[in-house]
């Protein structure tokens, strides 16, 4: 990246005033390096080596230079990868940092301020000189160019700074070589002058660690031969740049118990930025900003998603919030959502079990800033203001590894190797030395055959000494780009189990086919058979686990049923079955299959409440009146045989068109024992009631953001995307919807009042209150009166204050985005491990108990819940699982479920690239979510996507000036016109402008880009 003039002649002092400090045996050497290597990498090292003279020389002025220097590179490189083994204490001693950065601001905005005052002609002059120097975006490569990239002399690893470190120590040895051709030199002055140039950095880089404070004697010893060692090693000794510890030995069993118990150590969930590796976070336990974790040492070998244990850093080492309401937002929409599990997470060590159970349901604490233990968020005095902190950490223990430890990517061969290295898609992934053993047989002598091969590695260890993981080639995919490659790699990487049930598991089902319910069963159960029931699913379901009735009596009320497939009957609780499916936990609902919980003959045909078929049932039915106000209630176990089968379509089109009379052909068949009028106004009456049900819901609190969901028309043979569209929630999703609610809490209350220790229930934290803050601000700046009060509060705010033109549906979309955001996951508990029933409660819902009955072929804590039911009402054996198994049950289902709702988004994603390669390009009309200096974030509006557009990526445009109106982001396009005569054509961004873009395939596979339209005036 090229480098303004400006930035040229304030450097160069700089660099002077840092090599006068130098001792003269190291000048000589410095000064040539430095005109060698005006690089970043090199420059990086400098910054090391400057730092090393600071310490040593207790402050001098040289440190604000350097300061100031390592300071706006990192700011100008988001994506630079210097810094990334060192941990976050090593990275901040550098002195008064934070005034820096609060002076960095003023003169900022002295700069905006400036810039506003222009005529015309120069604000376009200055803004097109702003362009120009602009960084160019982070390219994505393509999977081909990252692998080409993988290892050039064993570099940029995840903690990249081995390879600046290996560049370096090359760049030393061409000096050495170039000295000696040049004039021979005695063996010790070799040596001395060596060990000036570059010895002791080329060490201390490498293994991730700040240089020592004194250059003494064990550093000042590396001679010619021990660089060329060091040159020999990378290439012989495993890819290690250093043998020297670059993580953290983790702390024992006693001392984490210890350390929780005092409340100096915290337990919680990885994050990491998918789009940001070096950064990650852990939730505060008292809801306020996460805590950050700085670079890949802090994560010390943890993954996304592991549970892991957190020291917080001292107050010095907190990093400072970006001061910017706007970047602040952004920020929190690119990162990943990700539930706050607040149960705790069982391990072989009671001990630390018991600990960690109790830290993590502790109620809130105070924010104070005071006190280390609790304060997430404090205010230090800046020269004018005051500028929020961040508390940062570092991972000390692993509690456990949700990660699957398993990742697709790529393979790059290594000369003169035993091993190959692996490099995965995911970013937040370490690379991976793999024996050459586990790769294809032909792979030494023509590596270049798998480029673009997709292959699946497993991790099996991550040494504390190397930047690399050790693990073992699982499988070879296929070509990358390729949808079935693709998504058995998503599977893998997410630990989805896919493969073929075992002879145990079929073992478990009945034998005896065509299966018929025993008379002996029927006894046992209200027979429904006779009633009119029927389902109401979409057009391509096969697996129906829910079907409704509703009758009118004689009084005015109605009988209401929610029948849910009695899976429980099939499932024996502790069987091959029963154990396959609480590993599964969840169906897998992907673009183009469904990897299901159960075994097909269940989950299709014998649990499937198919019409015209008897079927065993759990019922709740319900007297209620006309305005859905609960008049009685019943639990039971039934039977029934569903007349019909309804698609959302057709219930639909009975709301829509209540006289119409259907015909036999415009439905499915349909039992003669009912009729189709006796159908429809079984429907009718359904909506009707389900309208006051949400009303009521609504109007006491409840909130509901509706995003955009994309769905796909797929060929039937090739099953690839022709088509897509988003999905329309219209009033018969509503309707089934409002009555399956109602039946989840009616069993949830149920389930609680018999088993009060032991019930599984489904609760939603409120949001996270930093995040909350932050949009709040955000809307407050933006002038929009949005309340964030209460769940019902917020609910009322979109709804009520946004009409239905085009416009203004557009801005509430984007709103619903930025409200989704800091929005938790809702989570599975057992109500023993929660003694406070003030967090049971279901914030979405506003509402103190719910779970999940509905959906028990498809959902395993739908089955427990269904054991518990039938314990409750004596119509089943009492559940044999203790309270502690049925919290790790819980646990278990939330991972999956998580995991589930994210390989549902890859495979939409997945499924989307292709549809952009084979059909694209694709034209919509998208509104701005957040405006940066260089780039905004639009919300695509036909097709429901975020993205990213880059201004230095636009053909035709000539200059950018970005500027501040008050605390609003804004920015102006100037376009190129045919006439260079003529002035450019002026284009304002803002939040909630409305554009026109387009969409476009990357070379990359798997990749597409969101590009601006010109205006419509140079087309």
Known sequence: MASSPKVKRTTKPRDEKVAQNLPRSQKDAYARLLNQHQNGKFRSFLQEFAKQQVEENMRTPVSRSVNDINRRKKGNSESSYSGDSLSSQQSRQMADTSNYLHMDKKIHQAACTEVQGMKPGMLEKHAKTVLHNAAAPKKVPSKQERSEKDIKGSTNLVGSEEGDAQQLS???????????????????????????????????????????????????????????????????????????????????????????????????????????????????????????????????????GDVVVVKVLPPEQWKALN????????????????????EAHYNEDDEVISKMKSASLHDKAPIT??????????????????????????????????????ASGFLKFLPNKNFAMFSPVDHRVPRVNVPLADCPADFTSRPGD??????????????????????????????????????????????????????????????????????????????LRKECIFTIDPATARDLDDALSCKQLSDGSFEVGVHIADVSYFVEEGNALDQIAGQRATSVYLVQKVIPMLPRLLCEELCSLNSLTDRLTFSVIWKLSPEGKILSEWFGRTVICSCIQLSYDHAQSMIEA??????????????????????????????????????????????????????FTLDKESSMPQGCYIYQYRDSNKLVEEFMLLANMAVAHQIYRTYPE??????????????????????????????????????????????????????????????????????????????????????????????????????????????????????????????????????????????????????????????????????????????????????????????????????????????????????????????????????????????????????????????????????
């Open 369 to 406: 800033t005071h006190s280390v233990k609790h304060a997430n968020v404090c205010y230090t005095s800046g020269s004018s203001s005051e500028r929020a902190m961040q508390r940062t950490g570092k991972v000390v223990f692993i509690v456990e590894k949700k990660h699957s430890r398993a």
């Open 323 to 342: 001061g910017d309401i706007n970047e602040r937002t952004l920020a929190s929409q690119n990162a990943p959502k990700a539930g706050v599990v607040v």
């Open 758 to 1019: 032991l019930a599984l229930l489904r609760r939603h934290p409120p949001p996270q209150s930093k995040m909350v803050d932050d949009l709040q601000e955000f809307c407050e700046q933006m002038g929009l009166d949005i309340d964030f009060s209460s769940s019902g509060a917020l609910h009322r705010s979109l709804n009520e204050n946004f009409g239905d033109d085009k416009y203004l549906a557009a801005k509430k979309e984007v709103l619903t985005h930025m409200c989704s955001r800091p929005m938790q996951m809702a989570v599975y508990f057992c109500t023993g491990a929660l003694k406070d029933e003030k967090f049971f409660c279901h914030y979405a819902l506003n509402v103190p108990l719910y779970t999940h009955f509905t959906s028990p072929i498809r959902r395993y804590a739908d089955v427990i819940v269904h054991r518990l039911l039938a314990a409750s009402i004596d119509c089943g054996p009492c559940l044999s699982l203790s309270g502690e198994e049925v919290h790790k049950q819980a646990s278990h289902c939330n991972d999956r479920k998580t995991a589930s709702k994210r390989v549902q988004e890859l495979s939409s994603e997945l499924f989307f690239a292709v549809f952009v390669k084979d059909c694209g390009p694709l034209d919509s009309e998208a509104m701005v979510m957040g405006v940066l200096d260089q780039s905004f974030d639009v919300l695509v509006l036909r097709y429901g996507v975020q993205k990213r557009i880059y201004c230095n990526s636009l053909e035709g445009l000539k200059a950018v000036h970005f500027r501040k109106v008050g605390k609003r982001p804004k920015m102006t396009l100037f376009w190129e016109t045919d006439d260079p005569s003529n002035e450019s054509i002026q284009q304002e961004i803002s939040i909630f402008t409305l554009l026109n873009v387009q969409l476009k395939a990357d070379r990359a596979p798997m990749k597409y880009s969101a590009v601006l339209k010109r205006p419509s005036a140079l087309v």
């Open 450 to 527: 798998y480029e673009n091969t997709l292959f699946i590695c497993r991790i099996t260890q991550w040494p504390a000494d190397n930047n690399f993981a050790e693990g073992r080639l699982a499988k070879t995919l296929g070509q990358a780009g390729e949808i079935e490659a693709e998504t058995e790699g998503i599977l893998t990487e997410y630990d989805v189990d896919f493969s073929e049930f075992s002879e145990d598991v079929f073992n478990c089902l009945p034998q005896n086919l065509p299966w018929s319910i025993p008379d002996h069963e029927l006894s046992k159960r209200r027979d």
């Open 170 to 304: 090359g760049s030393c040895g061409e000096e050495k070589a170039k000295k000696k051709s040049k004039k021979r030199r005695s063996k010790k002055n070799v040596e001395k002058k060596d060990k000036g140039a570059c010895g002791p950095e080329v060490d201390t880089i490498v293994a991730g660690k700040s240089p020592n404070k004194n250059v003494k004697a064990p550093q000042a010893q590396v001679s010619k031969e021990s660089l060329r060692q060091n040159d020999k090693d990378k290439n012989t000794n495993d890819c290690r740049g250093s043998q020297k510890q670059l993580f953290e030995q983790y702390m024992s069993t006693e001392d984490v118990s210890a350390g929780l118990k005092r409340g100096e150590l915290i337990q919680g969930l990885l994050r990491i930025n998918p789009k940001k590796y070096k950064e990650a976070f852990v939730p505060s336990p008292d809801g306020s900003a996460d805590i950050f974790l700085d670079g890949i040492a802090a994560r010390n070998r943890a993954l996304n």
């Open 658 to 711: 209540p006289d119409k009379h259907f015909s036999a052909e415009e439905l499915p068949s349909c039992s003669p024992d009912h009729s189709i009028q006796e159908i429809q106004e079984a429907v009718l009456n359904l909506h009707n009631i389900a309208k006051q049900l949400r009303a009521q819901r609504f109007e006491c609190g409840a909130l509901r953001l509706d995003q955009l969901k994309l769905s």
